[in-house]
T-cell receptor
Framework: NAGVTQTPKFRILKIGQSMTLQCTQDMNHNYMYWYRQDPGMGLKLIYYSVGAGITDKGEVPNGYNVSRSTTEDFPLRLELAAPSQTSVYFC??????????????FGPGTRLTVL | RKEVEQDPGPFNVPEGATVAFNCTYSNSASQSFFWYRQDCRKEPKLLMSVYSSGNEDGRFTAQLNRASQYISLLIRDSKLSDSATYLCVVSLLTGGGNKLTFGTGTQLKVEL
């Protein structure tokens, strides 16, 4: 049981390039989330999904896109990377119900630098 | 006013000390409350949930005061391994499920 996995761990992009951050969970969780964390700041929600085929914007969605074709995968797409997108990106998931339904489980993060 | 406010610290304490962190939240409709721990360059991990009646897990005690919209975390007998950033997290139920709002974290450094 790997939990939430993210790839890549690190990436350097040039301004204007695009990339996809991968996130996979093997806990059969319905809810999945993407956050970004800037130095000295709290986590900000980018996008979230309540199940396969359903996604919605969070607090800071501009410059990003997501899709959720399966329960397990929730990739985050950056189009036209900008220096302001330099951050650490965390994917998280949680179950629909149950005793720990309020608890989100985080992946190890992807450190992205845009130069 | 920030949705969740914490003193950023750092709190530098000697091993064995007792240290307390505070957190305030602005949305009175918030329903669930948590403390997460985040080690340097790692993902946040749930430390404990916080209940109105107060709850304890070993050396850690969490308290919630809904009237004052205030959450606390007390760490007794601090260990070097407690050095980390502690995130206060508040949950609000929305149409898309629970929305977590994170504080910026309080940094703790436990020293010999």
């Amino acid at each position: 049981n790997a939990g939430v996995t993210q790839t890549p761990k690190f990436r350097i992009l040039k301004i204007g390039q695009s990339m996809t951050l991968q996130c996979t969970q093997d806990m059969n969780h319905n809810y999945m989330y993407w956050y970004r964390q800037d130095p000295g700041m709290g986590l900000k929600l980018i996008y979230y999904s309540v199940g396969a085929g359903i996604t919605d914007k969070g607090e800071v969605p501009n410059g990003y896109n997501v899709s959720r074709s399966t329960t397990e995968d929730f990739p985050l797409r950056l189009e036209l990377a900008a220096p302001s997108q330099t951050s650490v990106y965390f994917c998280a998931s949680r179950p629909l119900a149950g005793g720990r339904a309020d608890t989100q489980y985080f992946g190890p993060g992807t450190r992205l630098t845009v130069l | 006013r920030k949705e969740v406010e914490q003193d950023p610290g750092p709190f530098n304490v000697p091993e064995g000390a007792t240290v307390a962190f505070n957190c305030t939240y602005s949305n009175s409709a918030s329903q669930s409350f948590f403390w997460y721990r985040q080690d340097c360059r790692k993902e946040p991990k749930l430390l404990m949930s916080v209940y109105s009646s107060g709850n304890e897990d070993g050396r850690f005690t969490a308290q919630l005061n809904r009237a004052s919209q205030y959450i606390s975390l007390l760490i007794r007998d601090s260990k070097l391994s407690d050095s980390a950033t502690y995130l206060c997290v508040v949950s609000l139920l929305t149409g898309g499920g629970n929305k977590l709002t994170f504080g910026t974290g309080t940094q703790l450094k436990v020293e010999l």
